[in-house]
């Protein structure tokens, strides 16, 4: 479903039905760029596909889901992190952070959680020339713990947990492979 056309979410989970879990990881790339130059439009639609979509679809979602269960919101580790150049895509993230304790509170017994991924090989990097990207992940590789980027399938294993545990709630996992360490 698109998720940024917030009056038709409604009628999505209408023939969905009653469902136990939603994981939202909505994107945008949107708000990169150093703020002296950020253009506030960009930052702007970064919001309305990052986190209005977000707030949107879970707020849709609400009445079909089983109260026992959970929602995961994804974020991103810009959220968490000071990097030069993120402060409209870090703000977007974080605001999708914050959804999580918050929510957690006011949607009792419905678990709320989040995971924060870090570097991730997936199409998002697409954008970049292929031996650009593959030098920046070098980077990024360089400056981890575990001495390479995220794959989908780690963000997919702290999803999982977050889903399976049901004495969690309200947390936000930072699954990046220790990058936000080497600041």
Same mark, same amino acid.
């Given at each position: ?16 039905? =009653? ?12 708000? #990169? ?16 596909? =990052? ?5 949107? @679809? ?13 929602? @995961? ?25 914050? #959804? ?7 949607? =009792? ?28 992940? =070098? ?33 936000? #996992? ?10």
């Amino acid at each position: 479903m698109d998720a940024s056309a917030a009056d038709a979410l409604p009628a999505q989970f209408v023939q969905i039905g =009653k469902f136990d879990h939603l994981v939202l990881a909505l994107g945008s790339g949107r708000g #990169l760029g150093p703020f002296a130059t950020a253009s506030l439009a960009d930052v702007k639609l970064g919001f309305e596909e =990052k986190v209005y979509a977000h707030f949107a @679809t879970a707020q849709a979602a609400l009445p079909f889901q089983n109260p026992t269960g959970s929602l @995961t919101f994804v974020s991103g580790l810009s959220a968490h992190a000071a990097a030069a150049g993120t402060a409209g895509i870090g703000a977007a993230n974080a605001a999708v952070a914050q #959804l999580v304790p918050i929510l957690a509170v006011e949607l =009792k017994p419905l678990r709320v959680n989040g995971v924060s991924p870090g570097v991730i090989d997936t199409p998002w990097w697409d954008a970049f020339p292929a031996e650009q990207k593959q030098a920046m992940f =070098k980077d990024y590789a360089a400056k981890t713990p575990v001495g390479r980027v995220g794959r989908p399938e780690d963000v997919a294993q702290a999803i999982a947990f977050l889903i399976g545990d049901s004495f969690m709630t309200g947390h936000m #996992l930072i699954c990046d492979g220790g990058l936000r360490l080497s600041a």
